[in-house]
């Protein structure tokens, strides 16, 4: 009974994490019939009819590029600055280093939504609002990603930066062909992590794409429930949102089993 306690605890926390999901895919593969429970579960009679309404009734393909590009190119240029970042903070020796780490690092204590007036209102003056550079800029700097890649680069031994100098290499170089191919474990971790947050944000997104055409998938979902659209509709919408998620996943769970094999090991 002792050695059944584990399995048996993650087989109902497992249980209680999928069912939401499972539930969402009935819903929206059911007829309009069977949109509740437990009519959804008559799986012989599902249908692909709400897909097509989801996808011909809104501009879900439109939302789905704006959701691309926020995360893609949010996950590109915070792995490359916390990255960057992370290997000054770790190798780097300047006066007052510990205590601007420590003082970003403190950012993690305010909340978003204690910022968002100040960041809407520096954005809007620039000129941001319903622009991609405006909804991707503000949230570059990620503190918890610096953190994170602070925390892993000063595991690596500093022979290696010292050979590469010793070589003549510089401080560029020293970081793309040495630093870069040793981080790539907590690069494909964090990379996974920034897509989804960036793939799932809704207030961020909603507060500064006020037009239709700059609508995230997340907003313009949300947007069909005080529109004439069946539940069936919007679990199919939902389930559009969740593949690219899968698909990252599975793309780069190697390298986050051996980023959770290699972390702890020293030099």
């Known amino acids: 009974m002792a050695r ?17 999901f499972v539930v969402m895919v009935l819903v929206a593969f059911a007829p309009p ?45 915070i792995l490359l600055f916390a990255s960057m970042a992370g290997y000054a903070f ?16 403190a950012t993690l204590m305010v909340p978003f939504q204690a910022t968002l007036i100040p960041y809407y209102i520096l954005v809007s003056e620039m000129g941001g609002v319903d622009t991609y550079w405006g909804l991707i ?9 610096v953190f994170l890649m602070r925390q892993f680069i000063v595991q690596l031994p500093d022979e290696l930066f ?5 070589d003549g290499a510089s401080e560029w170089r020293v970081f793309t062909t040495v630093v870069l191919p040793l981080i ?24 500064i794409g006020q037009s239709e ?8 979902l ?11 509709q919007i679990m199919a919408g939902a389930t559009i949102t969740v593949i690219p998620c899968l698909l990252v996943f599975g793309l780069l769970q190697r390298y986050l089993t051996d980023s959770i094999a290699t972390s702890g090991m020293k030099s």
Do not use: C
Request: no cysteine; proline share 5%.
């Open 162 to 166: 010292e050979a590469a100098k010793i």
């Open 4 to 20: 059944l306690r584990l399995p048996v605890l993650l087989v109902l926390v497992a249980f209680v994490t999928v069912t939401p």
């Open 90 to 105: 770790a190798k780097k020796r300047f006066p007052g280093r510990e205590v601007l780490f420590w003082a970003f690092l």
């Open 222 to 232: 949300a947007t069909l429930e005080g529109e004439n659209v069946t539940i069936n």
């Open 137 to 145: 800029v503000p949230t570059l700097a990620n503190s918890q990603a």
């Open 33 to 77: 019939g069977g949109k509740t429970l437990p009519g959804a579960f008559d799986v012989t009679r599902a249908t692909l009819h709400n897909f097509t309404e989801v996808l011909g009734s809104a501009d879900i393909t439109r939302w789905a590029l704006n959701s691309l590009v926020y995360s893609l190119v949010s996950v590109v240029l």
């Open 184 to 207: 790539r474990p907590v690069l494909a971790t964090l990379g996974v992590f920034v897509f989804l947050w960036h793939w799932n944000d809704f207030l961020w997104p909603l507060v």
């Open 213 to 220: 055409a700059m609508r995230t998938l997340t907003v313009g």
